[in-house]
């Protein structure tokens, strides 16, 4: 069993600070997507890391996957009430012709207070 | 932009019953999904489905559950006979096909089994 673990859980934070969450596994995976999800709806894609040591970025949000595909973090610059949201990680193990099932990880909850 | 689109947002059931929550992937994707969330619990991956057929299933998907594609363009989850333990949001998902990682996700179905 291919397992993503996100830490922390939980993180509550002040306007204008920054903020970093972290997806951590044992196996490697051959990609990470990290989503966004509200209360009650689906989970929305922010972004996919593919190559080791990929950086992406996304206005506030910088994410980056591990030299050895294992590991994937997320960190907010400057979060703005408006990131509050639940972000989760999940990933491909391996990739076959068809299927490509997604793991995920638990989600961390973030909480930006004004 | 394309959206993948779920129906219906809330369905109520008894035990026993069967229900049909119905998808419609985005138009041009080419593989599509069905996973599932209890409340407080992970995104669990249920099914698979390429080319007419189930590429890959989860242990949680058994002989209750089934999925078709009836007409081209949606995309139907079958639960012949509800448990309590089938309360959850199940999501649909779609995905390009090729080497395209993103899977796009639905707003979700909210089941509940009384």
């Known amino acids: 069993t291919q397992l993503l673990e996100q830490s922390p859980q939980f993180l509550s934070i002040q306007e204008g600070e920054n903020l970093t969450v972290y997806c951590n596994s044992s196996?490697?995976?051959?990609?990470l997507q990290w989503y966004r999800q509200e209360p009650g709806e689906g989970p929305v894609l922010l972004v996919t890391?593919?190559?080791?040591?990929e950086v992406k970025k996304l206005k506030r949000l910088t994410f980056q996957f591990g030299d050895a595909r294992k590991d994937s973090s997320l960190h907010i610059t400057a979060a703005q009430p408006g990131d509050t949201g639940l972000y989760l990680c999940?990933?491909?193990?391996?990739?076959?012709?068809?299927?490509?099932?997604?793991?995920f990880g638990g989600g961390t909850r973030v909480l930006v207070k004004p | 932009e394309p959206e993948v689109t779920q129906t219906p947002s809330h369905q109520v059931t008894q035990m026993g019953q069967e229900v049909i929550l119905r998808c419609v992937p985005i138009?041009?994707?080419?593989?599509f999904y069905w996973y599932r969330q209890i409340l407080g619990q992970k995104v669990e991956f249920l099914v698979s489905?390429?080319?007419?057929?189930?590429?890959?299933k989860s242990e949680i998907f058994d002989d209750q559950f089934s999925v078709e594609r009836p007409d081209g363009s949606n995309f139907t989850l079958k639960i012949r006979s509800t448990k309590l333990e089938d309360s959850a949001m199940y999501f649909c998902?779609?995905?390009?096909?090729?080497?395209?990682?993103?899977?796009?996700f639905g707003p979700g179905t909210r089941l509940t089994v009384t």
């Open positions: 489905f390429y080319n007419n057929e189930i590429s890959e």
């Open positions: 138009s041009n994707h080419l593989y």
């Open positions: 890391v593919v190559t080791g040591g």
């Open positions: 196996s490697v995976f051959s990609s």
């Open positions: 998902a779609s995905r390009e096909g090729g080497w395209s990682y993103e899977q796009y």
């Open positions: 999940a990933g491909y193990t391996m990739i076959k012709a068809a299927g490509n099932k997604l793991t």
